[in-house]
């Protein structure tokens, strides 16, 4: 089975810096793996996601993240939040089937 | 397009009760996946459909069970409701079974509380 560990549970910062949330996963396979977004009352929302090719993928709302093999992570970066970036991300796993495996999440807060 | 609903949004039930959860997906897509999501154990996956076929399960008892119909909407239930099944219950729709490349597209949840 896959499991996937989001190393930090809070994040604060400030607003105008860079952000990286932290996602490592443990698969001995290929898996695909997402960054979801979920905002207060709200389901998940799709960020970004890697399939294959280039381990550099952009998504929505200006994140990125970049898919380590080696490292078996998938950290997802943004060069400058805003407010509205303050949520909670979920990075999650995915190989057979639609059953995917999501961490524990990360709260996200951007302090003004 | 509209997207993922799910009914009702909130429900209040009392130990050993059961609730009956619907989930709408969007138009086309004929996979549906559900999830628990709760502070202490974040998102689980209970099971997926596609075709009103389960594909996968997830690790619950069997207290939680499902279905889907021919329109690919599907319902999830749970029987003898228990405190612990206090929780945030997310549908997610995709296109089609084919090894987690595709997209899931989340629905708003249900709020279930069980007194």
């Known amino acids: 089975a896959q499991s996937v560990t989001q190393l930090d549970s809070q994040v604060p910062v400030f607003e105008e810096a860079p952000v990286e949330l932290r996602c490592n996963y443990s698969?001995?396979?290929?898996?695909?793996l997402f960054w979801y977004v979920q905002y207060p009352n709200q389901g998940l929302q799709l960020l970004l996601k890697y399939l294959s090719g280039s381990t550099l993928v952009k998504g929505i709302n200006g994140f990125e993240a970049e898919f380590n093999k080696s490292q078996t992570s998938f950290h997802l970066r943004k060069p400058s939040v805003h407010i509205s970036d303050t949520a909670e991300y979920f990075c999650a796993v995915a190989r057979t089937g639609n059953q995917f495996y999501f961490g524990t999440g990360t709260s996200l807060t951007v302090i003004p | 397009k509209a997207g993922v609903t799910q009914t009702p949004r909130y429900l209040i039930k009392t130990r050993g009760q059961q609730v009956t959860l619907s989930c709408s997906p969007i138009s086309g897509h004929r996979s549906v996946s559900w999830y628990q999501q709760t502070p202490g154990q974040g998102l689980q996956f209970l099971f997926e459909?596609?075709?009103?076929?389960?594909?996968n399960k997830g690790n619950f008892p069997g207290r939680f069970s499902g279905r889907q119909f021919s329109n690919s909407r599907s319902e999830m239930n749970v029987s003898t409701l228990e405190l612990g099944d206090s929780a945030l219950y997310l549908c997610?729709?995709?296109?089609?079974?084919?090894?987690?490349?595709?997209?899931?597209?989340f629905g708003p949840g249900t709020r279930l509380t069980v007194l």
């Open positions: 997610a729709s995709s296109l089609t079974y084919r090894g987690g490349t595709d997209t899931q597209y």
């Open positions: 698969s001995s396979v290929s898996v695909y």
């Open positions: 459909y596609f075709s009103e076929t389960q594909r």
